[in-house]
């Protein structure tokens, strides 16, 4: 567990990270497209409208076949995605909190904590912040960052770190994301994603622990619409976020060759590859590559894949990670986290 120490000595860095993901399972998808047509109940309806306006960019995102990009031809969507069949959303988030946060007298609540979403509690009265502030115990009233997908969980980072430096009273921020997808929606995005279950959570604190320091936090959203071209099948490539990952070097003041690790949002060799070549990454860095079929954790993805790559690399004091996200509506960001032992 984190250590308070005197806020004037010790700059925030992330602490600690844990996950929760459900078992895998087959997806029938002519099932999940539609809500049965006889009769919808109301809690089917009042869903539908909400996520309509949730879900509203993945019209965009049917396949682009006639340019040569990303087709049903070409990626088949995965049938077996992540999905929670017993807990809830909220309970999900409270999982991997309390991973991170046991209850404990001698355990200190974190002080703020900040919820990341974008799909929705199917008990549309619950809010997902506010239950964690109750079972916490946190010391100030909680907040939600949403409709970013996995661009949420970088804004997030971005806001603690802002709140941090101008309250130099507040020591720890809990940041837990969170999905659970409603079953009578499809949970396919374009031809290669399918929306899975999941949460994760990091501690963000002033301590003399090990953690990683974030430097060079960069968000880009864009100005105007975008076509399908890109969206989904092809912004994970874009030009913002090429921009956003050239803007976080630049502001860290480091090279590319500087870069220890990468961790990408996608499991996309062919995007990694592209992004890499026009960023001057190595691609050997990089962690985690696949055939372009995932499940997505939307906005716990990026803290579910930092959870798993902290678990397997032993860093030394000042190894970097360079971590980028994407929305599917062609936001990006960009961080590095730098690696800081215990403090003399």
């Known amino acids: 567990m984190f250590h308070r120490t005197d806020s004037t000595s010790a700059e925030p ?11 895998r399972r087959h997806v029938d998808r002519a099932v999940a497209e539609t809500i049965s047509s006889a009769q919808p109940s109301a809690l089917d309806t009042v869903m539908h409208v909400l996520y309509a306006d949730t879900l509203r960019w993945r019209a965009q ?3 682009c076949g006639d340019n040569g990009s990303m087709t049903e031809a070409t990626f088949r969507p995965d049938n077996r995605i992540a999905t929670e069949t017993n807990l809830s959303l909220s309970d999900m988030a409270l999982r991997v909190a309390r991973m991170i946060c046991p209850t404990a007298p001698a355990r200190p609540a ?38 970013l997908q996995d661009v949420s969980f970088l804004t997030a980072v971005d806001v603690a770190l802002a709140m941090m430096n101008t309250d130099t009273t507040l020591n720890t921020v809990l940041i837990v994301a969170a999905e659970c997808w409603y079953r009578a929606l499809s949970q396919q995005v374009g031809a290669r994603i399918s929306l899975a279950d999941g949460a994760a959570a990091v501690l963000i604190a002033r301590s003399s622990m090990p953690g990683w320091r974030v430097r060079g936090l960069s968000i880009c959203t864009p100005g105007t619409q975008l076509s399908c071209e890109d969206t989904v099948n092809t912004s994970l490539d874009s030009p913002m976020l090429v921009g956003a990952i050239n803007k976080s070097l630049s502001r860290a003041a480091l090279r590319a060759a500087q870069i220890d690790w990468i961790l990408p ?31 997505h954790l939307c906005a716990a993805q990026t803290p579910a894949r930092l959870d798993d790559l902290l678990g397997v690399i032993s860093p030394r004091d000042g190894q970097r990670v360079l971590v980028w996200s994407t929305g599917f509506q062609g936001q990006s960001a960009c961080a590095i986290l730098e690696f800081r032992g215990v403090r003399s």
């Open 265 to 295: 949002s996608t499991v996309d060799s062919a995007v990694i590859r592209t992004v890499c070549a026009r960023c001057q990454l190595a691609p050997e860095r990089v962690m985690g590559m696949g055939d372009g079929r995932q499940s």
């Open 13 to 23: 860095r992330i602490v600690a990270t844990a996950q929760y993901v459900p078992l």
């Open 110 to 147: 974190p002080d703020q904590i900040i919820v990341c979403t974008t799909s929705f509690e199917h008990d549309l009265a619950l809010s997902c912040a506010g239950r964690l502030h109750c079972e916490l115990g946190s010391s100030r009233a909680p907040f939600a960052i949403g409709q």
């Open 61 to 63: 995102c049917a396949p």
